[in-house]
């Protein structure tokens, strides 16, 4: 697996240019597809379905990151390799792009909920653990890639659902963090290079 650094920025700036251009669209009001989805939802958050994924969404979102952030904080005082810190800085810079940006779209909620809306920082978290996660797969296990890789995408996509089910964030919202989070996770990596020259090689 072969990327050089260049190609980490123009992946970012390419992802970043999408995740601006969604977030100015979506920010006044919501697509089609967003608002046939929230209200073939209407009202789910308070049936069953959503009583048991109001305490899922709490696994699938900020705890993960801090979960995983604290493992690396471990293993780095452990082995005292550079690759872990760098990966924490990759970690934190994805993990509060959605925090960070917020203010900037001003997005309201698809019902009355505190903060606003795009993009959404549960799914932002899940996807970032997951970005960072496949890095350390590249680093130290490359055989387990394609299989953190898959878990993680399947995680991203309940977050999502589940978020989406809660009534509490559109369909796009969830469709900009993924691309937030490539998008910042890309240029981190190109800047800090986390993953080791036989995985990624530098260009200066």
């Known amino acids: 697996m072969t990327i050089t650094r260049t190609r980490w920025f123009v992946m970012g700036l390419v992802l970043l240019g999408a995740f601006i251009a969604l977030g100015i669209f979506v920010a006044v009001h919501p697509t089609t597809l967003d608002s046939a989805i929230a209200n073939a939802l209407h009202g789910e958050y308070e049936q069953p379905l959503g009583k048991v994924v109001a305490w ?8 993960m990151p801090y979960a995983f952030a604290l493992g690396l904080i471990v293993q780095g ?4 390799d550079p690759l872990y810190p760098k990966l924490l800085g990759v ?32 799914v932002g978290s899940v996807a970032s653990t997951g970005f960072v996660a496949v890095l350390l797969c590249v680093a130290v296990a490359p055989h387990l890639v394609k299989r953190i890789a898959a878990l993680f995408v399947a995680a991203t996509v309940l977050s999502a659902a589940f978020r989406i089910i809660l009534g509490v964030h559109w369909f796009t919202d969830t469709v900009g963090a993924v691309l937030g989070v490539l998008s910042v996770g890309s240029l981190a990596a190109g800047a800090l290079q986390p993953v080791p020259a036989e995985g990624v090689t530098s260009q200066e």
């Open 77 to 80: 005082l452990r082995k005292r």
């Open 91 to 122: 970690l934190a810079l994805t993990g509060y792009t959605s925090t960070i940006v917020k203010p900037m779209f001003d997005r309201a909620r698809p019902r009355e909920y505190p903060d606003l809306s795009y993009p959404s920082g549960h």
């Open 56 to 63: 899922l969404t709490d696994l699938f979102g900020p705890v």
